[in-house]
């Protein structure tokens, strides 16, 4: 496929699936989980990770969603990703779901690592107004930091909840502890701005952040959504 350069190093596009299932095809869930980390080196992505889910409300292990997974991946060009809904793992996961979400997504800003790379470039592009944004933050919290890290986080959730402009939020994770995130998708950059620097619990705990040193490793990014469709917990977002 043809690739779309950026000057940033971000790719062309990133893509959020959610796919919901039965509870009787869990234990599938979790097999593909484990095949599709190999077929995903061949889907001609940038950049993937298999996720988890859950309501993200404590980031412990009694939050999961076990019928609800994740994949964010990143593409050099449209096509790429196109391509991928033709896939083994695309066909794999349709078998099981019986819900579907997809967001397309390019990225405005980011900072910070996952794994130890950039998976999203160095953009600094102004959203457009008025559109649908997506945030998400990921860290890997150092093990020692693990049990105020956790206290810190339901006064934050509980207070995302409330919040006028939140269209969905979901926990992500590559493992039930340490290995944490967020994505929340919001009417537009001016409702997610008043979140994360107007609303008293998210401030403390970005002010938190480095006095406690609870991350090793951390990332946020936030994307301007191109398309989105399918339902998520039954409704579209």
Partial sequence: ?????????????????????????????????ALDRALLRGSGARWTKLLGTGSGRTFTARDADPRHWALLAAWDSPGDAAWFERSATARGWGRLADERLRVAMEPVASRGRWGGVAPFGDPRRRPPTGAPVVSLTRAR??????????????????????????RAAL????????????????????????FAHGRAPHRAVVERTPREGWYAEELFARFAVTSLEGTLHGREP
């Fill in 1 to 33: 496929m043809a690739r779309a350069q950026r000057d940033d190093g971000a790719p062309a596009l990133v893509t959020l699936h959610v796919w919901g299932v039965p509870a009787a095809a869990v234990p599938a869930a979790l097999g593909r989980m």
């Fill in 141 to 166: 919290v150092h093990l020692r930091s693990w049990a105020t890290f956790t206290r810190a986080v339901p006064p934050v959730s509980g207070d995302l909840a409330r919040v006028d402009g939140l």
């Fill in 171 to 194: 926990g992500v994770g590559e493992a039930p502890v340490g290995l944490q995130g967020t994505v929340s998708l919001w009417r537009d950059s001016d409702a997610l701005t008043a």
